[in-house]
């Protein structure tokens, strides 16, 4: 079945710092990745997504490109805020599916001042 | 604009207890989902449903009841509560597709006593 599998946390960081989070995953066809992100007492939020390989999705300063040949969705910030302190999770829509995410367990950032 | 709305936000039962946990979306968006969120071990589904009138189980549905008369509404029932339950629950939506990101709500928590 499709899982994902994302770096284990906590990460912390100062702010301005270089943020990678990686994810792999394993699905049938062609899926869809997406990152997600919580922040405390919320609910999720979609962050990102890349729907065909090399697509590089983008958004609030977050990249993240659709790497087929290595099964990776990595997320990466130049310059990281203590705003950007949250739950991070990787997660897809399997090639077979029109809805089913399946998501990586989360990795928990913070960024000190 | 709505969304998608989780009601009640907090809750405490008994062992043995029922309730509904409720979840209404106000976007026509034909998939409706459960997850549980538990500490490492990221989101995992309960139930979910692509229309009116459907439903499946998803990967831990025992103890979990849900139906969907309507596009709007997907509750979400537990029958027998066990300390096992205790969790955080979110309820999410979104179009058909599989480039479609879903929409949560801003969850409910649920502690088992």
């Known amino acids: 079945g499709d899982s994902v599998t994302q770096m284990e946390g906590p990460v912390t960081l100062s702010e301005e710092a270089f943020l990678t989070i990686n994810c792999t995953y394993t699905?049938?066809?062609?899926?869809?990745l997406f990152w997600y992100v919580q922040y405390p007492g919320e609910g999720l939020q979609l962050l990102l997504k890349?729907?065909?390989?090399?697509d590089k999705g983008s958004n609030k300063g977050f990249e993240a490109t659709y790497r087929k040949e290595t099964t990776s969705f990595h997320l990466e910030k130049g310059s990281v805020q203590v705003s950007d302190s949250a739950v991070y999770f990787c997660?897809?829509?399997?090639?077979?599916?029109?809805?089913?995410?399946?998501f990586g367990k989360g990795t928990l950032l913070t960024v000190n001042p | 604009n709505a969304g998608v709305t989780q009601t009640p936000k907090f809750q405490v039962l008994k062992t043995g207890q029922s309730m509904t946990l409720q979840c209404a979306q106000d976007?026509?968006?034909?998939?409706m989902s459960w997850y549980r969120q538990d500490p490492g071990m990221g989101l995992r589904l309960i139930h979910y449903?692509?229309?009116?009138?459907?439903?499946d189980q998803g990967e831990v549905p025992n103890g979990y009841n849900v139906s969907r008369s309507t596009t709007e509404d997907f509750p979400l029932r537990l029958l027998s509560a066990a300390p096992s339950q205790t969790s955080v629950y979110f309820c999410?939506?979104?179009?058909?597709?599989?480039?479609?990101?879903?929409?949560f709500g801003d969850g409910t928590r649920l502690s088992i006593l």
């Open positions: 449903s692509v229309g009116a009138g459907i439903t």
């Open positions: 976007m026509n968006h034909e998939y």
């Open positions: 699905a049938t066809g062609y899926p869809s």
């Open positions: 890349a729907t065909k390989a090399d």
């Open positions: 997660a897809l829509i399997g090639g077979g599916s029109n809805y089913k995410l399946t």
């Open positions: 999410a939506s979104s179009p058909r597709g599989p480039d479609q990101p879903q929409h």
